[in-house]
């Protein structure tokens, strides 16, 4: 079946560093992309989109790039921070009548 | 401007026991949806209503019934509660209606649920 994926469960960087995070997909219908932030005790955050029809979109400290080719998608946080230490999600839909399918999620720790 | 509105935010129930979990929202959204989070299975659709007056099964929906009520409000019933349905239910709406591409989607804070 279709699935959305993500590489690693925890990510662990220095504040400041920048961070990459990973998301595989595989309904290669999907044409819709948005990256979700989660804090603790709390819902999603929109952070995010892309269309299929771009590879590249930035928003402020934040870049998501998309290779269709290979179906993978990331999410570059500059110059981490400490608020930025979360749960993200990658999602994705395509095609008619779908609705988003999310990724299991991974933790981003930001360390001192 | 509260945005979406999930009640309540915490309970616990006795298994076989029903309960209803409310949620609104006052963006005038077309679409709602129900999710639950579980530890390593991410975020999983209950049911989603795409519009006033329709309601449909996502991933997940045994066990579970939805109302849309109005434009505004969308509720998640357990009928009788089993400790699998121990959770966190999120509700969510998005402008989008039915059809390709949901577009962004506003989540509440969520609600947990402990089934005993």
């Known amino acids: 079946g279709e699935s959305v994926g993500l590489h690693l469960p925890t990510l662990s960087v220095q504040e400041g560093d920048n961070s990459i995070i990973n998301c595989a997909y595989s309904?290669?219908?999907?044409?819709?992309f948005i990256w979700y932030k989660q804090e603790s005790g709390k819902g999603p955050q929109f952070i995010i989109d892309i269309r299929s029809n771009m590879d590249k979109r930035q928003g402020q400290r934040v870049t998501v790039l998309l290779n269709k080719t290979v179906k993978h998608l990331s999410l570059q946080i500059a110059a981490t921070q400490p608020g930025d230490s979360a749960v993200y999600f990658c999602?994705?839909?395509?095609?008619?009548?779908?609705?988003?399918?999310f990724g299991k999620g991974i933790t981003l720790s930001v360390r001192p | 401007n509260a945005g979406v509105t999930q009640t309540p935010k915490f309970q616990v129930l006795k298994t076989g026991q029903s309960m209803t979990l409310q949620c609104a929202q006052d963006?005038?959204?077309?679409?709602m949806y129900w999710y639950r989070q579980d530890p390593g299975m991410g975020l999983r659709l209950i049911y989603y209503s795409a519009s006033e007056g329709t309601t449909d099964k996502g991933e997940v929906p045994n066990g579970y019934n939805v109302s849309r009520l109005n434009k505004r409000e969308f509720s998640l019933r357990l009928e009788s509660a089993a400790p699998s349905q121990t959770s966190v239910y999120f509700c969510?709406?998005?402008?989008?209606?039915?059809?390709?591409?949901?577009?962004?989607?506003?989540f509440g804070e969520g609600s947990r649920l402990t089934v005993l």
């Open positions: 999602a994705e839909t395509g095609g008619a009548n779908s609705k988003l399918t």
């Open positions: 963006m005038n959204h077309n679409s």
């Open positions: 309904n290669s219908a999907s044409d819709y």
């Open positions: 969510a709406s998005s402008e989008g209606g039915s059809g390709r591409g949901t577009g962004e989607l506003f």
